[in-house]
């Protein structure tokens, strides 16, 4: 082993207080940064997860319809007001080809064409208000996987099969295997047989969302051979805005990331992560400082000791060297408690910390790059502020030192 | 004739240089010291012994004048020259011994060797162990500074001063702090040792007694030498 290193360490051994001191303040810090970064991540994953969890990355609708203002050129009438034409329900034009080009995109992984609109459902005097899904299921459960939500039969959408939310089950009164009668203002009227519910943790989507085939809901909202919207999900979930603007570009159509439709919630993460941050420079600052000002204590406990060894041929590097060293062990061995500190905190939080379905409210990741981190961080952290210490122990003039000390 | 192992020609020491506080410490010193030589420096409190010792032992720099050791001009060394020379071939001894506390006894000795060679082996380790066999301490190898009496820790600061096998060993009032009888015990090791491995000695010491056992006495009053002449021993 290098001399300096067998200085450090017995310089450190020899103020084992200070040293366990240090270690401590340096442990906290990195635990601190630990438990931060995984709570935040976690949360913020848990409730992307949720936002995700139901919802496609991108929709691809049909543009919006405008009202064209037609006009004379030398009419001198002109129109005072100009209505916003509603939006009626009509199919994308040549889906087929759209569903093409946006297969094609780099980063998409599905895609599902899905016809969707508003209906009743009713059985006996009980009338529902709902959203008719027609799904073709292989592709619709790669863009959202609605059967992992299913609590009682399947999701099954074939023929005049049905998939129904717990809670409009309730309001109906039914169950699997009981039929419902589904109408449209399209004219549509169909009864249906419930194949599965399902429950996806929002009662409104529960009460609201009723999946039938493709073809049926073609049928019933009037839309023979199309589909109102093309969901899809993409790779990387925080490039959907990117993907979904070179989709609108290609396709000419109005394709919403799920980024767009939760601004909200992205603008919370944006804060969330700068507060954090901020917390996380604070205490990277009062650790290094905390292990600068015990090396400062140090270097003058120990001018003797570098009197001595600068007379005995140790150079001014040497020393330098030494007090580093000191300051990277100190920053090491708190990263290493720290790192696992903060671990036993996330791993605890998160077994505390609950929904109000009882679920964990996030699971902490404990990624071996987060360690490395705060790792490569706290050494860093650790030499930086051992330079001044450091450079204030190697200019000692030894004469000074030996008769101070 | 063999080279001297120190040689001073007009060394002078100032502090404050350019300000109205200016202080030459040391006035034009002069002497040379042989190889094996066993030299007293003495003069009272004030009279630059301790100056001189940190010129010789290229701790300062002199402000003018030349120092020469084994031949090897110093004043003109950078820092880094002047640091390995002074590990290679100066050993000091100070009169509160200045061990290193965290170590034991075997590896203050060893340290001047960890020092020069960058990490610690076998072989330093053993010589180190030789070193404290002869000063008498074989029983207290692994002992810290703490552990040890004054006269031990001296004793272990002459074998730390020998570890190199300087030529040349500086020894400030190497006595100072120790009792009669220790600080006999003490001055017959530097003397065995400067008679066995023919290391020169230069001892300041404000002890007349021990200054009279020396084979050469040089005095200093006020920064210049006054005096520097052999040491008459009574006849037995």
Redesign the interface.
């Given at each position: 082993m290098p001399t300096e290193w067998i200085l450090a360490l017995r310089f450190l051994r020899e103020g084992r207080f200070q040293t366990a001191l240090i270690i401590l303040g340096v442990t906290a810090g990195v635990a601190v940064i630990m438990t931060i970064t995984e709570l935040i991540g976690g949360l913020q994953g848990n409730l992307t997860a949720r936002v995700l969890g139901v919802q496609a990355h991108i929709v691809v609708k049909p543009a919006e319809e405008d009202t064209r203002l037609v006009l004379d050129r030398d009419a001198e009438s002109v129109a005072a007001r100009i209505e916003k034409r509603a939006q009626r329900l009509r199919s994308i034009d040549q889906w087929e080809s759209a569903l093409g080009i946006i297969e094609r995109t780099p980063g998409v992984v599905a895609v599902s064409p899905t016809v969707s609109g508003s209906g009743f459902a009713a059985r006996g005097a009980a009338t529902k208000s709902v959203a008719l899904l027609g799904v073709v299921p292989d592709r619709y459960l790669r863009v959202i996987g609605i059967d992992r939500y299913i609590v009682q039969g399947q999701f099954r959408v074939v023929a005049s099969d049905a998939v129904i939310g717990v809670e409009l089950a309730r309001d109906l009164g039914v169950t699997v295997g009981d039929r419902i009668r589904l109408t449209t203002a399209e004219g549509g009227n169909e009864t249906v047989t419930i194949a599965g519910l399902f429950d996806i943790g929002s009662r409104d989507l529960n009460r609201r969302w009723v999946f039938v085939s493709q073809r049926q809901a073609q049928s019933m909202l009037g839309l023979p051979g199309g589909v109102t919207n093309i969901d899809l999900v993409v790779n990387e979930i925080f490039q959907a805005e990117r993907i979904a603007q070179t989709i609108g570009r290609a396709t000419n159509l109005n394709a919403e990331s799920w980024m767009a439709t939760n601004a909200q919630v992205l603008a919370a993460f944006d804060n969330q992560n700068m507060t954090t941050r901020v917390i996380r420079g604070f205490v990277v600052l009062i650790v290094a400082l905390g292990i600068a000002s015990v090396l400062v204590v140090s270097v003058v406990q120990k001018q003797k000791e570098i009197g001595i060894l600068r007379a005995m041929g140790a150079s001014s590097g040497s020393i330098l060297q030494v007090f580093l060293i000191q300051g990277a062990i100190v920053g090491l061995a708190g990263a290493v408690l720290g790192s696992v500190l903060g671990s036993v905190i996330a791993y605890v939080l998160s077994n505390a910390l609950r929904n109000a379905d009882g679920s964990q409210l996030f699971t902490p990741e404990l990624a071996l790059s987060t360690y490395l981190g705060a790792i490569g961080v706290a050494l860093l952290v650790g030499v930086l502020a051992a330079i001044a210490p450091a450079r204030r122990a190697a200019r000692l003039d030894p004469v000074a030192a030996i008769r101070q000390g | 004739m063999t080279e001297p192992i120190l040689k001073l020609d007009d060394v002078r020491k100032r502090y404050n240089v350019g300000t109205p506080i200016e202080t030459e410490v040391l006035h034009g010193i002069g002497f040379t010291l042989q190889v094996a030589e066993f030299a007293a420096l003495i003069g009272p409190s004030g009279s630059g012994k301790s100056t001189l010792l940190?010129v010789i032992?290229l701790?300062?720099r002199p402000t003018s004048g030349s120092v020469r050791v084994r031949g090897e001009e110093t004043t003109t060394l950078d820092?880094?020259g002047i640091?390995?020379l002074?590990?290679?071939a100066i050993g000091?001894v100070?009169q509160f011994h200045?061990?290193?506390?965290?170590?034991t006894a075997l590896e203050n000795v060893m340290?001047?060797m960890?020092?020069?060679?960058?990490?610690?082996d076998a072989e330093m380790q053993s010589r180190a162990r030789e070193l404290l066999v002869e000063v008498g301490l074989e029983q207290a190898l692994g002992k810290k500074p703490a552990e040890l009496s004054g006269g031990m820790q001296q004793r272990v600061a002459i074998a730390?001063s020998l570890a190199?096998r300087a030529p040349l060993v500086l020894a400030d009032e190497p006595t100072g702090n120790l009792d009669t009888k220790t600080a006999d015990d003490v001055f017959a090791l530097m003397r065995r040792f400067n008679e066995r491995f023919g290391t020169a000695f230069l001892i300041v010491t404000h002890d007349p007694r021990l200054a009279a056992r020396c084979d050469r006495t040089i005095e200093l009053v006020d920064g210049q030498v006054v005096s520097d002449r052999p040491t008459i021993r009574p006849q037995p």
């Open positions: - | 940190n032992g701790l300062e820092d880094a640091t390995a002074r590990g290679r000091f100070f200045h061990l290193i506390p965290a170590f340290m001047p960890m020092i020069e060679r960058g990490r610690r730390r190199m």
